[in-house]
């Protein structure tokens, strides 16, 4: 791999399980509220960064452009509320590495057997150290982790359509990175706004929204810049490669899980980790 785009990927895996972490603290708000929250949030917070690319790269946008950028919202919508609804199940530490080991592994497959790449054998070692890990870390804790496993599986299965489809979007269709993400967090608000401005919900955002201010700023700050990251990766290096190696991410989130949210089985979940480095380490080398 590219020694650029692992770089960035790694960047990108701590801002990732930071951003998680904010967001397994407001699991017991109404999941489409919190998501539709973080949405706009980033739409607002990262509205200079795109308007100044705009005048500056001056793009030409077309409706073969907006029909791909749509499918991927789709899917990252669908990500985004399974996450938020597993979170309110399950662990940070079981629902994130189910999660995160299910889509690589899928991701990493697809582009195998259908886009035609060619990782080596250190580079097909360490997808498979990496998703063993992940399910080893997965084990061990309360009585809700067979939710959180379910719902993890089930998110993971998102996270593998988006990363192949994305890696396409900015490779094959050639959309510019900041564009597919900033256009996705768009289209996400606009989507979830008649649910979450309706009659039913109307009225939980005000006070979702006084008691997660911080979590929500901070989460559509590093989903932004964590997803941003790994979008230029896959301009740099191949889908098969980039998905395993962001799952470093997967250690930080089982340390916060247990540190900050005292969630049990850490120690496990920490011997566990040791494969995912392993696995990491065979991709960078591959």
Known sequence: MDPRALVLVLVAAVAHASWNLLSKQAARTDSLVFVWLVAAAAAVIWSP???????????????ADLAVIGVS????????????????????????PVARGTGPMLAGLVAILFLGERPTAAGITGMVLVGVGVFLMSGGSGRGDWKGLAFGLATGLFIAAYTVWDSRVVGAFAVAPIMLNYLGEVGRALALAPAVLGRRRRALVLPAWRAHRGGILGAAALAFVSYQLVLIA?????????????????LIAVVLGGRLLAED??????????????????????
């Open 73 to 96: 919202a789709s899917l990252h919508l669908g990500y985004f509320v399974l996450l938020q609804r597993g979170y309110g199940s399950g662990d940070l530490s079981v629902v994130y």
């Open 234 to 250: 896959f301009t740099m290096a191949p889908v098969s490669l980039v998905a395993p190696a962001r799952e470093i991410s997967v």
């Open 49 to 63: 960064l795109f308007a100044g690319y705009l005048l500056l790269a001056a793009p030409r946008l077309t409706w």
């Open 265 to 286: 089985g850490l120690r496990h979940r920490l011997l566990a980790a040791g494969v995912i480095v392993s696995g990491v380490v065979a991709i960078a080398l591959s």
